[in-house]
């Protein structure tokens, strides 16, 4: 299950406030203001806005498609709080580690309740292995207390895509892309999380260039995402980002999106895409 977490919040106020803006947009109203001006939220887009980005969303979907087949998801897939904790285990390290560290969770912990009767402390102590263990293990100490025993999160499943955003939103630690992954890969949603690697490549790309943080690239990818293409362009993007298009030292000859990018143009930054072009 390729869950890729990058910079989350680790306090559900930013992931409320982005799920109500993301209701906005998708019911066409206006955008939530934050009301200090630094990190306001760019307007909705305007229907021409909306239609070239669903556009270039469905060229990347297909490129990416192209080059590496279509993502399938797990046959059998997590259950809507394994799904949530395996997300939060996956930030800042190795698919590798995360599995690691989950594999340990339940080893020394079968069942849910028994973490949340544990001590953080005693929780980092099994995830150590998938790093950050500390943060991680209060996040999830907090998440299952807060869940005062309804582990099953059952109900999530009856529930509309912007109910169940706003529903696991409002639990301790939870951001929006952590919420999203869980609809995208427990529930089978058509719902689109943004991490860092989506937000860098999709940035460069210039679908989101104004977007300064993951929070706002998913506010501007809500209306654009082809139908039923929500988990393979989520999945294919953190591959290129992950291989390609790195933070530093980005391999763009190599990229199937190389035609279309703005970055390896030269319009965001001419002299870093001409040395990524040179390798």
């Given at each position: 299950?390729?869950?890729?977490?990058?910079?989350?919040?680790?306090?559900?106020?930013?992931?409320?406030?982005?799920?109500?803006?993301?209701?906005a947009v998708r019911r066409g109203g206006s955008a939530l203001s934050n009301g200090n001006g630094r990190h306001g939220t760019p307007p909705p887009p305007s229907n021409g806005s909306v239609h070239r980005d669903r556009s270039t969303a469905l060229r990347i979907t297909r490129a990416l498609e192209k080059a590496w087949g279509?993502?399938?998801?797990?046959?059998?897939?997590?259950?809507?709080?394994?799904?949530l904790v395996a997300t939060i285990l996956s930030q800042h390290t190795s698919d590798a580690n995360s599995a690691r560290a989950y594999r340990e969770l339940k080893r020394r912990f079968p069942r849910w309740g028994l973490v949340a009767g544990s001590s953080p402390e005693?929780?980092?102590e099994a995830i150590r292995c998938g790093g950050l263990a500390d943060q991680k293990a209060l996040r999830i100490h907090q998440i299952l207390q807060g869940l005062d025993g309804r582990f099953d999160?059952?109900?999530?499943?009856?529930?509309?895509?912007?109910?169940?955003?706003?529903?696991?939103?409002?639990?301790?630690?939870?951001?929006?892309?952590?919420?999203?992954?869980?609809?995208?890969?427990?529930?089978?949603?058509?719902?689109?999380?943004v991490?860092?690697?989506?937000?860098?490549?999709?940035?460069?790309?210039?679908?989101?260039?104004?977007?300064?943080?993951?929070?706002?690239?998913?506010?501007?990818?809500?209306?654009?995402?082809p139908p039923g293409r929500a988990y393979s362009l989520h999945v294919n993007l953190v591959r290129l980002g992950r291989s390609l298009c790195r933070p530093t030292r980005p391999q763009c000859r190599?990229?199937?999106?190389?035609?279309?990018?703005?970055?390896?143009?030269?319009?965001?930054?001419?002299?870093?895409?001409?040395?990524?072009?040179?390798?």
């Open positions: 299950m390729p869950l890729a977490i990058g910079s989350a919040p680790f306090r559900s106020r930013t992931g409320r406030r982005s799920i109500e803006r993301h209701v279509v993502p399938q998801p797990r046959r059998r897939a997590l259950a809507p709080l394994d799904a005693d929780i980092a999160m059952r109900q999530l499943r009856r529930m509309p895509n912007e109910t169940a955003l706003e529903h696991l939103c409002a639990l301790d630690g939870v951001g929006i892309k952590t919420a999203a992954c869980v609809l995208l890969f427990s529930l089978g949603r058509d719902v689109f999380p991490d860092v690697h989506v937000h860098r490549v999709l940035t460069r790309v210039g679908l989101a260039h104004n977007s300064k943080s993951p929070e706002q690239t998913y506010e501007r990818m809500v209306p654009a995402i190599r990229c199937p999106l190389l035609s279309m990018c703005s970055f390896a143009s030269g319009k965001e930054n001419p002299r870093v895409s001409r040395g990524a072009l040179n390798r």
